[in-house]
Every structure is written in structure tokens, then in C-alpha cells.
């Protein structure tokens, strides 16, 4: 009885062992990601908050009572661009994101741009609207692609297919949080407090027609912003989640190595008491 118990923790141990090099791989596999990942985070910031204080700039310039991208219509239908992970193992990354969702929706009709196999899958499954399944790697979308993307919003804006558009995606904060934000893209909302830098920026032809030429850059440049920064998250997240998986396995091996020396030491104990009991026979 013993024996095959001795036996079964020792499987256990090979079993949890496999899993320990495995979740370790990993680890170490996103810590050489997140460098890189960081670094293609920071650089992809300036280009969109100069895009956006430009975008600001013309908007406070506009003089019309209808500005392009700006006012306000009745709302009938949204868009929202969802960023998520490519795979999972990533701690809560990904339900934290659809969590966000959830409770932003509400009640008003609503399709999705997905960005990332698991937003893919997720809205697929839910029967929800989608403008396109076709970016399922987040890591490889390039500036070019976010142009794409940015005009596919502009154009759908400007058909009225949908009233309003949301960007949801994960900001990194540090090494051990990252933060859902929800962020509205269209229409702009109107600068208040203090005055853009560029406000005294002559227009030719116009502030309104500069807003319909700049708005692709400034959309495209907060998309790809957004990509760096969920990417870099979910790289942390993986990285947290693995680390976690790794010291788990480590304490689970320690226990049943522990359960296996007792097994060990009861089944020499009962082989010492019958061979004492056999030889007073």
C-alpha cells in the first residue's frame, strides 16, 4: 500500500517538475519580450501626443458651429475598438478587458473592431458585429495598418454607421500593474482649460479643413500608441502570471517531496516492525 502510494507521489512530482520548466520558459520568453516591449511603448508616445495637440490646436481655432469630428449627434450605434491578448496565460489580462466592456456597453447597439485573437474569439462567439477579424497578432500591426484601421473608423464615422467610437485597451503602469482605461476616439471632445501651444498657428485653407486632413494621423498615431501599450501589458501580465506559476510549482514540489519522505520512512518503519515481529516468531 505504501509502495503504490510512494509511486504516485513520485508521478506527481515528474508531472509538476515538466510543468515548472515549462511555466519558467515562459517567464524568462516574456522578460526578453518586455524589454523591447517598453521600448516600442515610449517611442510611439511623442508622435501622438504632438498629433493631438495639433489636433487641438485647430480645433479651438474653428470658428464654424458644426465642426468635422467634433460636434456631438444623437447616438444610435457605437464602435468600439477592443485591444486584447493573442493567447492566454496571462493572468486576468484578458478578463479584466472584457470585464471593462461589460460594463460599458449598456444598452445601446454596439459593433467591434477586435484587435488580438482573443477579442476575435470572444465577440465572435457573442454574435457581436465585427469590422474586421483580420488583426489577430496585436505584437506585429505596424503604423501602416493603424492607418488602415483609422480610416476604416473615419469612413464608418462619416457613413453614420455608427455615432460614436471607444478605444478600450490596457495601460502599463509598472512591472506589476496595468490599468483597463476606456477612451473616447470620435467624436472629440473640445479642449478646456488651458490654451493649446499652437493656437496662434495660421491655417491654410482652414482650421476645418486642416481638422479633415490631420484626423487619419492623430487616429492612427493613438491606435498605434494604444497596441504598444496593451502589448507591453499583456507581456507584463504573462510575465507576472508565469513567475506566479513557477514559484506555485516550486512550493507544490517541496510539499510532495515532504509527503514522499514520510511514505518513505513509514514504509521503512513497517518493514523494521515485521521483520521484529517475524524473528520473536
Not at 477579442?119 to 488602415?148: F, N
Amino acid at each position: 500500500m505504501a509502495g503504490s502510494s510512494m509511486k504516485a507521489i513520485k508521478l506527481r512530482i515528474k508531472s509538476v517538475e515538466s510543468t515548472m520548466q515549462i511555466t519558467k520558459a515562459m517567464q524568462l520568453v516574456a522578460t526578453s519580450k518586455l524589454r523591447r516591449a517598453k521600448e516600442r511603448m515610449e517611442n510611439s508616445k511623442p508622435y501622438a501626443a504632438i498629433s493631438r495637440e495639433a489636433l487641438m490646436a485647430a480645433i479651438s481655432r474653428c470658428e464654424e458651429p458644426q465642426i468635422p469630428f467634433v460636434t456631438q449627434r444623437e447616438v444610435k450605434s457605437r464602435c468600439y475598438v477592443v485591444i486584447a491578448g493573442e493567447r492566454g496565460l496571462a493572468g486576468g489580462y484578458n478578463a479584466n478587458i472584457f470585464k471593462t466592456m461589460e460594463a460599458v456597453t449598456g444598452d445601446t447597439p454596439y459593433c467591434v473592431l477586435p484587435l488580438g485573437r482573443k477579442a476575435i474569439d470572444k465577440y465572435e462567439r457573442m454574435g457581436v458585429p465585427l469590422m474586421s477579424a483580420d488583426h489577430d497578432h496585436v505584437e506585429g500591426l505596424s503604423v501602416s495598418a493603424c492607418y488602415q484601421l483609422a480610416n476604416q473608423l473615419i469612413e464608418g464615422y462619416r457613413a453614420e454607421k455608427y455615432d460614436e467610437v471607444f478605444l478600450v485597451h490596457t495601460t502599463f503602469l509598472s512591472m506589476m500593474s496595468q490599468e483597463v482605461k476606456v477612451e473616447k476616439l470620435l467624436p472629440v471632445e473640445k479642449p478646456s482649460g488651458e490654451t493649446p501651444r499652437n493656437v496662434a498657428t495660421i491655417y491654410e485653407p482652414g482650421p476645418a479643413e486642416m481638422l479633415e486632413m490631420v484626423m487619419p494621423n492623430f487616429l492612427a498615431g493613438r491606435l498605434y500608441s494604444a497596441l504598444c501599450d496593451s502589448f507591453a501589458s499583456e507581456v507584463s501580465a504573462r510575465r507576472n502570471a508565469m513567475d506566479s506559476a513557477t514559484k506555485n510549482a516550486g512550493e507544490m514540489i517541496d510539499s510532495l517531496r515532504l509527503k514522499f519522505n514520510r511514505a518513505r520512512q513509514g514504509a521503512i518503519t513497517q518493514e523494521i516492525t515485521e521483520i521484529v515481529a517475524g524473528a520473536e516468531n
